[in-house]
């Protein structure tokens, strides 16, 4: 891991103007994603982590504050980044493939290398032998590892992920968990992924940023010090109990779990 930051929040805040007046959203914050780095932001339902997520993608603009990829100011859609969504969305009239390429087809890549590019996407996340399928013929699972190929094509430095495995039932869940530690490890991407899951958000992450209730403030951030490549096992494991404990702390403090 190197250690120049890529993403960079200072004092970063949002409100959204709605018709029954301004609703506060985030509160100044501050925090740095470092080059290569795997970082899960977890918290509250309505805390504001898609909301963080769709500003560092250019998607939504920031109210205050400075946020910044690679030194500079975050205005607009950034070409440098991928994103993964809750839902695959990949369009049922095209095969697998070809909806990787849409990525090529919407920033006019050139056609031959974007190709040999998803090829080599779809062997990395398991896909190979299902190119020519059409989405309806795929799980969930390879149907979110196909959005991942997709969101990657551009080769962005940057991967952001919204809660990308929350539709998934529990097994696949973890299976899904295991291949995305593995497409990290190989492709060496700077991840932000959004989850409701703490076990999910320990097992695969650096670090894990805690957010508390809206207006969103970061609550606290736990580096999480597990050797890699981690195992499903690890979970098992009295540091990961450790890990985890400490996040749920945060929310029955904040009376959002029971104990
Ligand atoms: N376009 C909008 N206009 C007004 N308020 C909005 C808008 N989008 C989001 N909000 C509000 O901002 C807050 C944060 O929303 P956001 O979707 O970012 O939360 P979240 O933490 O991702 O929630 P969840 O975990 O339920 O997906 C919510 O209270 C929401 O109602």
């Known amino acids: 891991m190197s ?6 929040a200072r004092g970063v805040s949002k409100t959204y103007q709605s018709k029954d007046g301004p609703v506060e959203s985030l509160q100044p914050l501050d925090f740095a994603i470092r080059e290569g780095e795997f970082v899960s ?4 339902s ?25 030194g500079k100011p975050i205005q607009g859609p950034q070409k440098d980044v991928g994103i993964v969504f809750q839902s695959a969305v990949l369009l049922p009239w095209r095969s697998v493939e070809d909806n990787i390429l849409l990525q090529a087809e919407m920033r006019h890549l050139p056609k031959a290398t974007s190709q040999a590019r998803a090829r080599e996407l779809m062997d990395m996340a398991g896909l190979k032998g299902f190119e ?50 593995r497409i990290w490890m190989t492709s060496k991407k700077t991840v932000m992924l959004i989850t409701h899951s703490i076990p999910e958000a320990i097992f695969l992450s650096d670090r894990v940023i805690v957010m508390s209730e809206r207006p969103g403030s970061i609550a606290a951030v736990y580096d999480i010090d597990l050797p890699r490549p981690r195992t499903l096992d690890v979970m098992a494991s009295a540091e990961f109990g450790h890990y985890t404990k400490q996040v749920r702390a945060h929310f029955f403090s904040q009376g959002i779990l029971d104990h």
Request: aromatic share 4%; proline share 6%; glycine share 12%.
């Open 3 to 8: 250690q120049a930051n890529l993403i960079e």
């Open 41 to 44: 932001v977890v918290g509250p």
């Open 46 to 70: 309505g805390c504001g982590k898609s909301t963080l997520l769709k500003m560092v993608a250019g998607l939504l603009p920031i109210s205050g504050g400075s946020l910044t990829l690679a």
């Open 132 to 181: 020519g399928k059409y989405p309806w013929q795929l799980s969930g699972g390879m149907q979110q590892r196909a959005s991942i190929c997709r969101a990657l094509l551009h080769d962005p430095s940057v991967l952001l992920m919204d809660e990308p495995f929350g539709a998934l039932d529990a097994m696949t869940r973890e299976k899904m968990n295991l291949e995305l530690q």
